[in-house]
């Protein structure tokens, strides 16, 4: 298939429209006209990332953060951004990026569901009813404690850090995906519990358990991570004669 038809496909599901403003989603680099047998899922575009794409000779690369946020007046070997793209380029590897819409159509639903939330809702829309996030009824009462353990076992993390009292009791919670920082007033403004994020600084942590909300800190990574799989899915529903991969599970941080 073109790499516009495979493009278009993604949209049809996850529509740009449902990007944030700031967000930089679509196609960033390579042919529309190129033919794709093979895709490489990843959360980033790193330099191992590239490497890899390279190694299976893919013909498109497909990640959840854009490589490329703000506007760059020159591609050159002189940055990491302008080695990568040259990379990319040189290689004939088409890169497409499918952040905030993905965490509005996708990952907000997922996450969810992966807690097994209860009679859930929005917790910051972004268009038509649809939004980032998500905050529902936990399966039962329990301890910020426990509260962790099912985070970690859902998500398949290693470890998370915790704002408030292992002991306190908990049952209406928000998550969040990746950085959650700017969504933590719509947490409050429900008056949940806890909030299920990432990049939550020492700060914004002891503020919010001031004012009656303990946060799990998975890390932005540790939520994130479920993109790859899940997109790996939906594509291979819609694509024929496609090969896919994804990047190995592995998190940027050791805590030790």
Request: with cysteine.
């Amino acid at each position: 298939m073109k790499c516009r038809e495979i493009c278009a496909l993604i949209e049809q599901e996850y529509s740009r429209e449902y990007a944030c403003d700031w967000d930089n989603v679509g196609l960033l680099a390579g042919r529309q006209d190129k033919e794709v047998k093979k895709i490489l899922l990843a959360l980033d575009a790193t330099d191992e990332v590239i490497e890899k794409a390279t190694d299976l000779q893919a013909d498109l690369l497909i990640t959840h953060h854009p490589m490329i946020f703000s506007p760059i007046k020159r591609v050159t070997d002189g940055d990491m951004t302008g080695r990568r793209l040259i990379t990319l380029i040189q290689k004939d590897i088409s890169y497409y990026a499918m952040h905030t819409n993905y965490d509005t159509r996708g990952m907000a639903d997922l996450a969810a569901r992966l807690l097994n939330l209860q009679e859930c809702t929005v917790l910051e829309e972004i268009k038509d009813g649809e939004g980032i996030g998500r905050v529902g009824v936990l399966p039962g009462p329990m301890t910020l404690r426990t509260c962790a353990e099912l985070v970690k076992e859902a998500f398949q993390i290693p470890n998370v850090k915790l704002f408030g009292s292992p002991d306190a009791q908990v049952h209406l919670a928000a998550v969040c995906p990746g950085a959650g920082k700017s969504t933590m007033k719509e947490a409050l403004r429900f008056h949940c519990d806890v909030y299920i994020t990432g990049d939550i600084d020492h700060h914004t942590g002891i503020d919010a358990v001031d004012q009656g909300l303990c946060i799990i800190d998975a890390g932005h990574y540790g939520i994130e991570h479920i993109f790859m799989e899940d997109v790996k899915a939906y594509l291979e529903k819609v694509l024929t004669g496609v090969h896919m991969d994804t990047m190995p599970i592995q998190h940027p941080f050791t805590v030790i």
